[in-house]
């Protein structure tokens, strides 16, 4: 029979073969007779009640026929009935029993014709009665040793098991490892079980715990004392062994090794055999578990193989212990701080939410003095440049602890805590010393909210300083251009109406007098016509009459009807509600931006059809430009060089509008221009 050594393996309770990691396989006991193995067990007295009455036929048969007709060799079946039995004392009984009966059976069968034939015979069926028997001794000695490895598996497998689960409960881990200290002294056989710890990874050596398993206390107190009282260093004793190779060792008798340490502190410590093996969190030793006998005995491969695997399923039994362990700590740390983190967190919103830092110097007090030891009496002032910000019962007492506050290194005033009554003496007066931490924290947040709140203070008065400086310089400009179109429409206009009349008279008087120079006259008058209608555009385009004198929906109207005749787009116009008394500045800057609107429609769109909706709701004066066009990149809205976009904004801006764009690919784009009556 293939006598490979076993393998130990991870079980699926269910199954006959199971597979581990390894890819090694073991059999389930309890699954044993599906595969032809059983106990040993006697069998039932019926059976072999059975043996004896097969045995008597045999017998009876052998009697009844003539010598040398089969001569004993059916005997051979009663040897190989008795393998059946699988019992050794009764295979040999069966043989000798067999060959007595071969023998009676020669002497008292009836006579054949060659005696000394049948004599070799009998002597032949005895050899094959012997030699069936030893066969069968061997097969059944051969069944027997491999049904004990089976055994010895499934002891391992249900070990491995035992301690899987115990190992993923959620019991106390020094309940965890005394239960796994018993189990393996009970698998083992024997007597005395030890629990040992690294001491910490900054200084690796092992100390003795308390926890055991002694099977008897009194005759083992020597060696546990002595056990106890000693701390092992790396490569010390068995299981500093352990510790410094990280794999399971073996010692068959602690009294002749070298490296055992504990059998020189006392003459009779009562152990000899012991074996070790390390508990892993990943590469890491964190414990040792030994055990001893008190016998001498051989190294067990197969059971410092399955010691291997079950040091990982305890370390993560210890790798849970260290993780609730850091966990509590970080609990209580936490829970003695919740104070200052709750103070930072609200210190930090007000920040957050706050508009400048004058806003949350003036809040402080109700955010910081509950993370104090006695909030009742504790007092908050800050300092900074000039200007000082606390609350009215605030003053100066002995009991007080500052910080600065400082912009780019520079202090630039500080932030105070002060108790109004005295308290007991701590680290730092009537302080202590997380109380100084969270001053420095805050104050160092607080610092760096100044600087970028000022920072963004200066940011904005610097867009309104230049927003003002736009909306004058539109305002001249607004001014100028209708300065000018008056101009022109006052002098330029009256000019060139008399230059027609002129050159009208002067034409007449040359029809007589110079008939060759009237064609010369003619010419003058078609140019002065020519010239007047593009006076009157350009009058227009600075400043629409129309505007002024009916208002921003005849303005609006009239301009779309202007852009249909020059582009060819069709223009639709619809007014819901016609905005009433709307001021001149805010008229002009609504419809300076519809006209860069429509003139971005003829430029980019390509659109066919514009609709305008204007109406007049909330205190908002809205208009909305649709077309039906290619549409406005997202990248072209964000384009910050995109100047006729930043300027519709920047002129909406300034008096409390926006302009919004919608727009998707190929679906046109809706322009939306607010400005706010107020």
Wanted: proline share 5%; glycine share 6%; net charge negative.
């Amino acid at each position: 029979m293939d006598q490979r050594k076993p393998f130990f393996v991870q079980i699926s309770f269910t199954e006959v073969l199971q597979i581990d990691y390894n890819a090694s396989f073991a059999i389930n006991p309890t699954d044993l007779p599906l595969i032809g193995y059983q106990k040993v067990e006697p069998r039932p007295e019926f059976v072999k009640l059975l043996w004896g009455i097969l045995a008597a036929f045999l017998f009876v048969i052998d009697l009844l026929l003539p010598e040398g007709t089969i001569d004993g060799f059916f005997y051979v079946i009663l040897v190989l009935a008795a393998l059946r039995i699988r019992h050794k004392n009764f295979l040999i009984m069966a043989t000798l029993l067999a060959t007595m009966l071969n023998m009676i059976g020669f002497y008292l069968a009836l006579d054949g014709p060659n005696l000394y034939q049948e004599l070799l015979d009998r002597l032949g069926s005895t050899l094959t009665i012997w030699v069936a028997g030893w066969l069968c001794l061997v097969q059944q000695k051969s069944e027997d040793h491999a049904y004990q490895l089976l055994q010895r598996q499934g002891s391992f497998v249900q070990l491995h098991k035992d301690i899987a689960v115990a190992s993923n409960e959620t019991r106390a881990v020094e309940e965890t490892l005394q239960y796994c200290l018993r189990r393996i002294c009970h698998q083992a056989g024997w007597p005395v079980g030890h629990l040992y710890l690294v001491n910490s990874p900054a200084n690796p050596n092992l100390v003795s715990t308390t926890t055991w398993h002694l099977e008897n206390p009194e005759q083992f107190q020597t060696f546990r004392s002595v056990s106890e009282g000693t701390v092992f260093d790396s490569g010390i004793g068995l299981p500093g062994r352990v510790l410094a190779n990280g794999k399971p060792a073996w010692i068959i008798d602690v009294n002749k090794d070298p490296n055992f340490p504990r059998a020189r502190l006392s003459p009779n410590i009562g152990v000899k055999a012991g074996f070790a093996f390390p508990i892993l969190i990943g590469n890491e030793v964190a414990g040792i578990m030994e055990f001893f006998s008190p016998r001498a005995e051989p190294p067990n491969d197969d059971m410092l193989e399955v010691m291997g695997h079950i040091g990982t399923l305890l370390g993560r039994v210890l790798e849970r212990k260290r993780a609730e362990d850091e966990q509590e700590q970080l609990l209580h740390f936490l829970k003695e701080r919740v104070n200052e983190q709750t103070c930072l967190y609200n210190v930090a919103n007000l920040i957050a939410n706050a508009k400048t830092i004058r806003e949350v110097f003036n809040n402080l007090q109700s955010y910081v003095a509950s993370a104090w030891q006695y909030p009742e009496i504790t007092r908050v002032k800050v300092v900074f440049g000039e200007e000082a910000f606390a609350p009215p019962d605030f003053r100066e007492t002995p009991w007080t602890m500052s910080a600065p506050l400082t912009i780019h290194g520079v202090q630039q005033g500080s932030l105070v805590v002060c108790y109004l009554e005295e308290r007991p003496d701590s680290e730092e007066g009537p302080f202590v010393k997380e109380e100084r931490r969270l001053l420095d924290g805050l104050a160092y947040l607080l610092s760096v909210a100044a600087q970028r709140k000022l920072a963004e203070e200066e940011i904005e008065r610097s867009r309104q300083q230049l927003r003002n400086l736009y909306n004058k310089l539109e305002t001249v400009r607004e001014e100028e251009r209708s300065r000018i179109a008056r101009e022109i429409h006052d002098e330029m206009a009256q000019v060139l109406t008399t230059m027609k009349l002129e050159v009208a008279r002067l034409c007449k008087k040359l029809e007589i007098s110079h008939p060759d120079l009237k064609e010369n006259a003619e010419t003058v008058i078609e140019l002065i016509d020519q010239t007047i209608p593009t006076v009157k555009q350009l009058i227009h385009d600075l400043r629409p009459p129309i505007l002024d004198h009916f208002g921003l929906e005849e303005a609006i109207s009239w301009q779309g009807q202007e852009f249909e005749r020059l582009t060819g787009i069709q223009f639709e116009f619809d007014c819901d509600s016609e905005p009433e008394n709307l001021d001149k500045e805010r008229s002009t800057t609504l419809f300076r931006i519809f006209q860069e609107t429509l003139t971005n429609v003829a430029r980019h769109s390509k659109a066919e059809n514009v609709s305008v909706k204007l109406n007049d709701e909330n205190g908002m004066v809205s208009l909305h430009v649709q077309d039906d066009g290619v549409g406005i990149t997202q990248d072209r809205l964000k384009n910050g060089h995109s100047l006729g976009i930043l300027g519709m904004q920047e002129r909406a801006r300034v008096w409390g509008g926006s302009v919004n764009f919608v727009s998707k690919p190929n679906e046109g784009t809706l322009v939306t221009i607010n400005i706010s009556r107020n």
